[in-house]
């Protein structure tokens, strides 16, 4: 799959993540936490909005995010556009912003976050691993260790583990400015990989 089609696809998915799902939840219910879905994503609480593929889902209704805008979508499915009021990050997105999600791109980043779900829960099972907007990676923090996994960004356009201690770290493990990153392009078995690379960073965050 080319990485342009799913660098494409991430940005309209973060766009969305943002302004169609984390904003309408956080001016009804306070809190911008999202969380990964079978096929994608949605919200934790009211109102209940969720991409599956490349659908977007809301209210029964139910609206491609193929060839369309953020504005198109919200007019369609009577969702109020906007980011969170409290955001310092996030994609600059309004409701003018062109989207185009690429089915089977789509299906690859959800199940990015499906294995990311899985080896935080097996890492720390008292942790419930939030899929943060602003970012748009799903993670965990346990013992001043933030652990997750990325969709592709400024630092790596691809998806990535990482590891990210909250004091720094020398050697040669720490790869990242911000503590550890593993493609996932690596990890042939999923989250069993994605797993095995966590813990070798928990423990490393505490010995190095």
């Not at 949605?42 to 209210?59: A, E, I, M, N, Q």
Request: with cysteine; charged share 20%.
């Amino acid at each position: 799959m080319p990485d342009a089609t799913v660098s494409q696809t991430r940005a309209s998915l973060h766009a969305v993540a943002e302004m169609l799902l984390a904003g309408p939840q956080f001016r009804r219910s306070g809190t911008i936490r999202l969380r990964a879905l079978t096929g994608g994503f949605g919200t934790v609480t009211d109102p209940d909005v969720r991409v599956v593929g490349s659908s977007l889902l809301f209210g029964g209704e139910k609206a491609s995010l193929s060839s369309t805008t953020i504005g198109t979508l919200a007019a369609a499915l009577g969702l109020e556009a906007g980011a969170p009021a409290n955001y310092r990050d996030g994609t600059g997105a309004d409701v003018g912003t062109e989207i185009d999600v690429d089915a089977g791109a789509a299906a690859h980043l959800a199940d990015c976050y499906a294995w990311g779900d899985a080896a935080l829960r097996r890492l720390e099972p008292s942790a419930t691993p939030v899929l943060w907007p602003e970012h748009f990676d799903i993670a965990i923090t346990a013992d001043e260790v933030n652990f997750g996994v990325s969709p592709g960004d400024s630092f790596l356009d691809e998806p990535y583990a990482y590891v990210g201690p909250w004091t720094p770290h020398t050697g040669d493990f720490w790869n990242a400015p911000f503590g550890s990153a593993r493609p996932l392009s690596g990890m042939e078995s999923g989250p069993e990989s994605i797993l095995a690379f966590f813990a070798e960073g928990r423990d490393r965050a505490t010995l190095d």
